[in-house]
C-alpha cells in the first residue's frame, strides 16, 4: 500500500483544497433519506480546515445528462453539510470564497463522464485552476475514470483522504488474510452486476449466501419454477458453473428454502411463504412474485453470518423500502450487527437499507460509502481512482 496521503501535500496553510468527496446521496424531492456519503466526508474537511486550507469540494449526484438539471442539484447536500461542518457551505459561486465551497454537480459538464481522455483532460485543467492542489476522497466514485476522478489528481499534486484510507484499510483485512469462517452475503437484483465478483470470491471464502432478486436465476438454474420473478435467463450458464465449482471447492453455496411470495409489485400487495421449489404453488399461481427471502431461509442466513468471523454483504435480500418485504433484510442486518469478527456492509443500496430500518451505523464493522467501488475491489480489479494516487 503506497497510497499517498494529506500528509505528503506539505504545508496546507493558505492554500486552497480542491476536495473530490462522493455526496451522491438519495433524495426524495430535496430531503436527503440517506445522509451517510456527507458525514462520510466531512472529517477530511475538518483535517484540512484544521491545517489552516480552504477547502473547494465537488461531486456528482446522480446521472444527469451532461446538462444542468434541477432534480440533480447538490443544493440540499450543500444544506446538510454546512449543518454538520458547522460552519457556512459557499454554494456553486462563481468564484470560491475562502472556507468552504461546494461547486455544483460535476456531472452538469459532459467532460466530466466524457469517454475521450482529452475532453476529461480539458475538464480536469479548468478544475485545477481553481485550486492548488487535489485530495481525493470520493471512494464510491474510484472506481470510474472520470475528470475529477483520475485526469485531475494527474494535473495537481495530489492525494488520497481520510475516508479512502479508512475504506481501503478495511477492504485490505477482507481480501488479505480474512479470519475464518470467511462469509459472503450477496443480493440485490442482478446476477450480471455479481460475476465478477463472484469469480473473484469463490476460491477464498467459506460460505456464499443468495439473496435478492438474483436468487431467483438460481432457482430457476435449478429447474424451479418461479412465477413473475425477477430472472436473468441469459445468466442460466454462469449460475450453474457456480454451483459446480462451489462444490468442487468445498464453498457452502447457500440457497434459499422458502421465499416471500407477492401478488404483485407494490407495498400493499398480498403475500404468503412457499417453499423455494413450489413458488407458483400459492394462490397467486404463475402470476406470483418473490419480493423477499422467507422466514426460515432468514433464520439460516443469520446463523451462517453470526458463526462466521468475517462476513461482507452487498444488496438488499428483497424490496425492503416496502415494510412488508423488508424482514429477510432486516435479519441479515441484525445478524451482521452481532457478528464477533468483521462485519461490513458493502456499499449504496445496503448502507441505506440498514438505515432505513433504523440500525445504528456504529452497530457493524464498517460500512462501506461504495458499493461499485468496494465491488470491483474485492474483484481485484485495478481502479483507476486509486492508481492514480499511487495505490497498486
Ligand atoms: C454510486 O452511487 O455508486 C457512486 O456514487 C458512483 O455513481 P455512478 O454509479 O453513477 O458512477
Ligand atoms: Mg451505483
Given amino acids: 500500500m503506497t497510497l499517498r496521503t494529506i500528509e505528503t501535500l506539505g504545508d496546507l496553510a493558505g492554500t486552497v483544497v480542491l476536495l473530490r468527496c462522493d455526496l451522491n446521496v438519495p433524495l426524495d424531492g430535496d430531503r436527503i433519506t440517506d445522509d451517510g456519503r456527507v458525514r462520510a466526508s466531512v472529517p477530511t474537511i475538518r483535517k484540512l480546515r484544521a491545517a489552516g486550507a480552504s477547502v473547494v469540494a465537488m461531486s456528482h449526484l446522480g446521472r444527469p445528462e451532461g446538462a444542468p438539471d434541477p432534480k440533480y442539484s447538490l443544493a440540499p447536500v450543500a ?10 457551505v ?12 461546494l461547486l455544483e454537480n460535476l456531472r452538469f459538464d459532459p467532460r466530466e463522464t466524457s469517454k475521450d ?14 485550486g492548488d492542489v487535489f485530495v481525493s476522497d470520493g471512494f464510491g466514485v474510484v472506481h470510474r475514470k472520470q475528470a475529477s476522478v483520475y485526469e485531475l489528481a494527474k494535473a495537481l499534486p495530489s492525494a488520497a483522504g481520510l475516508l479512502i484510507a479508512a475504506e481501503l484499510d478495511v477492504l485490505d ?32 471464502v467459506d460460505r456464499l ?18 412465477g413473475k420473478s425477477l430472472l436473468e435467463d441469459s445468466q442460466f450458464d454462469t449460475v450453474k458453473r457456480y454451483v459446480a465449482e462451489a462444490e468442487d471447492r468445498g464453498v457452502e453455496l447457500v440457497l434459499p428454502t422458502d421465499i416471500v411470495m407477492a401478488s404483485g409489485f407494490s407495498a400493499d400487495a398480498q403475500h404468503v411463504v412457499a417453499r423455494a421449489d413450489a413458488l407458483e404453488g400459492t394462490d397467486f399461481g404463475a402470476d406470483g412474485i418473490g419480493l423477499d427471502i422467507g422466514p426460515e431461509t432468514a433464520a439460516n442466513f443469520a446463523s451462517h453470518i453470526r458463526s462466521s468471523r468475517t462476513v461482507f454483504w452487498n444488496g438488499p435480500m428483497g424490496v425492503f ?4 418485504f423488508a424482514e429477510g433484510t432486516r435479519a441479515v442486518a441484525q445478524a451482521l450487527s452481532d457478528v464477533d469478527g468483521l462485519g461490513v456492509v458493502g456499499g449504496g443500496d445496503s448502507a441505506a437499507a440498514v438505515r432505513a430500518l433504523g440500525f445504528a451505523d456504529d452497530r457493524f464493522g464498517h460500512i462501506s460509502t461504495g458499493g461499485g467501488a468496494s465491488l470491483e475491489f474485492l474483484e481485484g480489479k485495478t481502479l483507476p481512482g486509486l492508481e492514480v494516487l499511487g495505490w497498486q
Avoid: C, N, W
Fill in 79 to 88: 444544506k446538510r453539510l454546512d449543518e454538520l461542518l458547522g460552519e457556512p
Fill in 90 to 101: 459557499a454554494f456553486a459561486p462563481t468564484t470560491p470564497t475562502s472556507g468552504v465551497t
Fill in 117 to 130: 481522455a482529452s475532453e476529461r483532460g480539458a475538464f480536469a485543467t479548468e478544475l485545477a485552476a481553481l
Fill in 173 to 204: 483485512r477482507l481480501t488479505a488474510r480474512p479470519e475464518k469462517p470467511y462469509t459472503v452475503v450477496l443480493g440485490g437484483s442482478k446476477v450480471s452486476d455479481k460475476l465478477g465478483v463472484i469469480d473473484a470470491l469463490l476460491p477464498k
Fill in 209 to 226: 449466501l443468495i439473496g435478492g432478486g438474483m436468487l431467483f436465476t438460481f432457482l430457476a438454474a435449478q429447474g424451479h419454477r418461479i
Fill in 321 to 324: 423500502e416496502f415494510p412488508a
